[in-house]
C-alpha cells in the first residue's frame, strides 16, 4: 500500500511571507495526487489535483498554487500568504484507475 | 450536482452504547462511498467503503455501513463503542477524479 509523507507537521508564516508544503508518496508509481484544505466545522475542499508530472487542476480560484515537479512530489505554494490561508493542509494519493484516497498526516499552517 | 450531508454535527454516546453515524449523498450514477475519521491533529484513515455488489460493507475498527440506494444513505454503524473511537468522522462520494466531502460528525464518548 502507499504511504503519503508530508511536511512540515506545523508552520506558522507571517502575512505576506512565502509558502511552500512538500507530499511524497511511496509505494505507486504514477498515482493521482491531491491537495485539500480543511478549515474548522467546513470539511475538506479540494484545491489542487494531478494526474501525472506537470499536470495541475485547479478546483478553486485562490492565493495558491500546486506543481508535480515529479512522479511522486507534489508541493503547494503561495507568493504571498494571507490571513485566510491558515488551515489545515492535506495531501492524498490513489493509484491510477482506482478511486480509493490515502491521507497523509497534514500540515497545520497558521498565518498571522 | 454531487454532494454529501452528514446531518449531525455533534453526537455523544455512552462507551458500550451502539452508534450510528447519518451520511446522504447526492449523485447521478451509482455512487462509489467511502467513511474516513480523523484523530486530533492527524490525517484522514479510511474507515470502508463501497463501490457495488452486498449493500452492507465491514471496514476496519469493528465499523460497517449500509448503502441503502432508495434512501441515498451511506450510515455507518457500530454495536459498542469504545473511548478510542472519540474523533472526527467523514462521508465521502468519488465525484469524477476527485472525493467529494461531508463536512463531518464529531464523535464523543462518555464513560
Known amino acids: 500500500s502507499q504511504t503519503i509523507h508530508q511536511w512540515p507537521a506545523t508552520l506558522v508564516q507571517p502575512v505576506g511571507s512565502p509558502l511552500s508544503l512538500e507530499c511524497t508518496v511511496e509505494g505507486t508509481s504514477n498515482p493521482n495526487l491531491y491537495w485539500y484544505r480543511q478549515a474548522a466545522g467546513r470539511g475538506l475542499q479540494l484545491l489542487f489535483y494531478?494526474?501525472?508530472?506537470?499536470?495541475i487542476s485547479s478546483e478553486v480560484p485562490q492565493n495558491l498554487s500546486a506543481s508535480r515537479p515529479q512522479d511522486r512530489q507534489f508541493i503547494l505554494s503561495s507568493k504571498k500568504l494571507l490571513l485566510s490561508d491558515s488551515g489545515f493542509y492535506l495531501c492524498?494519493?490513489?493509484?491510477?484507475?482506482?478511486?480509493?484516497?490515502?491521507f497523509g498526516p497534514g500540515t497545520r499552517l497558521l498565518v498571522l | 450536482a454531487q454532494s454529501v450531508t452528514q446531518p449531525d454535527i455533534h453526537i455523544t454516546v455512552s462507551e458500550g452504547a451502539s452508534l450510528e453515524l447519518r451520511c446522504n449523498y447526492s449523485y447521478g450514477a451509482t455512487p462509489y462511498l467511502f467513511w474516513y475519521v480523523q484523530s486530533p491533529g492527524q490525517g484522514l484513515q479510511l474507515l470502508l467503503k463501497y463501490f457495488s455488489g452486498d449493500t452492507l460493507v465491514q471496514g476496519i475498527k469493528g465499523f460497517e455501513a449500509e448503502f441503502k440506494r432508495s434512501q441515498s444513505s451511506f450510515n455507518l454503524r457500530k454495536p459498542s463503542v469504545h473511548w478510542s473511537d472519540a474523533a472526527e468522522y467523514f462521508c465521502?462520494?468519488?465525484?469524477?477524479?476527485?472525493?467529494?466531502f461531508g463536512k463531518g460528525t464529531t464523535l464523543s464518548v462518555s464513560s
Open positions: 494531478s494526474v501525472g508530472i506537470g499536470q
Open positions: 492524498a494519493g490513489a493509484h491510477t484507475g482506482e478511486e480509493t484516497q490515502y
Open positions: 465521502a462520494v468519488e465525484a469524477g477524479t476527485a472525493l467529494i
